[in-house]
Nanobody, 120 residues
């Protein structure tokens, strides 16, 4: 059974940093395509970052490029999202997902999300 579990998040001051982690279990493959999305209540979910299982290429949305970094952890199918220079508009529920493609429709398995609140 595939499970996607996020950790991290919480309250961060504007200009601060935090790191989210995601563990995808239930696969035999060592390198999965794993993505991060975020959603503000009442708004559409935004695809913000992804790392390819095929070649480790990465994707960032314009809204986070240069501030967020996605990387693989040491443990199998663990991915981190390092977030820096956080602003109140980054406040959202952050979801981790995995699937064959770096698109929302390409994600088959989703975590429950973790809340990041950027506020002073």
């Amino acid at each position: 059974q595939v499970q996607v579990v996020e950790s991290g998040g919480g309250l961060v001051q504007p200009g601060g940093s935090t790191r989210l982690s995601c563990v995808v279990s239930g696969f035999t493959s060592d390198y999965l395509t794993i993505a991060w999305f975020r959603q503000v209540p009442g708004k559409e979910r935004e695809d913000i970052s992804c790392i390819s299982g095929r070649n480790n290429s990465t994707y960032y949305s314009d809204s986070v490029k240069g501030r967020f970094t996605i990387s693989r952890g040491n443990a199998k199918n663990t991915v981190h999202l390092q977030m820096t220079s956080l602003q109140p508009e980054d406040t959202a529920i952050y979801y981790c997902a995995s699937g064959p493609m770096c698109t929302e429709t390409g994600m088959n398995w989703w975590g429950k999300g973790t809340l990041v609140t950027v506020s002073s």
